[in-house]
């Protein structure tokens, strides 16, 4: 899929959009004093959930434009995405602080909240039983619909990858049939 095509530039204007809106949308982790999902943070390795963050195709450039620096990146099927598997660190992360948050990936945005598809492309959304923090029915309504939304646009190797990629268990709260992606 190259750059400038009709869909990376509707997945483009959609990232901002999600970017803007969620902005303020907060989970409550430093309410509690959590960063179990904290690459890099202050807990012992055998604390933290060791997430991979995985961007979206054209992210970024989108974080690279907001804060300078970007995630290393890998090939996937003809467009680069930015990947850090669950062992690194993250490079934005000091102290267990995130350095652009407010500026950050769409990955850790939505967490605890997780997309993935199975064989068919059916859209599985679904949250990590792993994260301490409950989500609002706000927190958790809004990033259902993100990636119903996000799902519509992107390459669906996209979420197979992503789908393939280890996380914490998982416990599924919504399906959309691939009928629906139009």
């Not at 004093?33 to 933290?48: E, T, Y």
């Not at 990858?161 to 280890?166: A, M, N, T």
Request: aromatic letters at 10%; charged letters at 25%; one cysteine or more.
């Amino acid at each position: 899929m190259e750059e400038g095509s009709t869909r990376g530039g509707e997945l483009s204007e959609l990232l901002e959009e999600i970017y803007k809106s969620t902005e303020s949308l907060e989970l409550g982790c430093a309410e509690i004093n959590c960063f179990m999902c904290a690459k890099g943070g202050n807990l012992s390795p055998c604390q933290r959930l060791k997430e991979a963050v995985v961007l979206l195709p054209w992210e970024n450039q989108l974080i690279r434009s907001l804060n300078g620096r970007a995630f290393p990146e890998i090939s996937l099927n003809g467009f680069s995405l930015g990947f850090l598997p669950p062992e690194e660190d993250c490079l934005f992360n000091k102290g267990g602080w995130c350095t652009v948050h407010g500026k950050h990936p769409i990955d850790c945005r939505s967490f605890p909240i997780v997309p993935s598809v199975n064989q068919r492309g059916d859209l599985i959304v679904s949250i990590s039983i792993k994260c301490p923090i409950v989500p609002s029915w706000k927190f958790t309504k809004t990033w259902v619909e993100n990636w119903r939304r996000i799902w519509k646009v992107v390459p669906l190797e996209w979420f197979f990858f992503y789908s393939e990629v280890p996380t914490s268990p998982l416990k599924p709260i919504a399906l959309f049939k691939v009928e629906e992606r139009g």
